[in-house]
């Protein structure tokens, strides 16, 4: 079985400042993982996704996530948070094993951007 | 933008009467996906199909069925709908099985079930 953590259900930050969103997995196969966001009333939007090659991944928007297996880790950051990355962020993790199919989410982490 | 659309977006519904919602998606993606989201919960997986009248069973399938009778569509059906289910649903389509491969969702329907 996998699962997703995410800490923090709320991260607010200053505009300017450094966004950090942190996502730690389980999953006894190596797993892929994925970032998604998803603005008020929308869909969601993958950010970037980790498939196995590098383990800094760029995305889009100017966000990027590093994947560190001693850790269980793969936070998501950015550098210089801008207002309109207010959204939700859920991070997700698939089964590279061929097990079951669909994604495991977390709950999610509601990014607030103070101006 | 993934060619995927949801219907109808909102919904209010009295418990007890039965329910169907669509999702169309013109990528003639093999993989498509049900996903309910709800406060606290994330996203979780209802039910999938992996081709035309193949479908399977995911974390949270109870109350639900599926059907897809043609690549393009898989319809969603709450056979009698409970306030439990009041929810907001997702669908998501791959082009081949999860693994690697991303997901791409809908706009999502809003369902009110009174």
């Known amino acids: 079985a996998q699962s997703v953590t995410q800490l923090g259900s709320h991260v607010s930050v200053s505009e300017g400042a450094l966004v950090l969103l942190r996502c730690n997995y389980s999953s006894s196969v190596p797993p892929y993982l994925f970032w998604y966001v998803q603005y008020p009333n929308q869909g969601l939007q993958l950010l970037l996704k980790?498939?196995?090659?590098?383990?800094l991944v760029k995305g889009i928007n100017g966000f990027e996530a590093e994947f560190k297996k001693s850790e269980t880790s793969f936070h998501l950051t950015k550098p210089s948070a801008h207002m309109s990355d207010a959204a939700e962020y859920f991070c997700a993790v698939s089964d590279s094993g061929g097990g079951a199919d669909g994604l495991t989410f977390g709950k999610g982490t509601h990014l607030i951007i103070q101006p | 933008d993934a060619g995927i659309t949801q219907s109808p977006r909102h919904k209010v519904t009295e418990t007890g009467t039965p329910v169907t919602l669509r999702c169309h998606q013109t990528?003639?993606?093999?993989?498509m996906y049900w996903y309910r989201q709800d406060p606290g919960h994330g996203l979780r997986l209802i039910h999938y199909s992996y081709g035309v009248k193949d479908t399977d069973k995911g974390e949270v399938s109870d109350g639900y069925s599926v059907s897809r009778s043609k690549t393009e569509d898989f319809l969603l059906t709450l056979e009698s709908a409970t306030s439990s289910q009041t929810s907001v649903y997702f669908c998501?389509?791959?082009?081949?099985?999860?693994?690697?491969?991303?997901?791409?969702f809908g706009p999502g329907t809003r369902l009110l079930v009174l």
């Open positions: 980790y498939t196995s090659a590098a383990t």
């Open positions: 990528e003639n993606h093999r993989y």
């Open positions: 998501a389509i791959s082009e081949s099985r999860t693994g690697k491969e991303t997901q791409y």
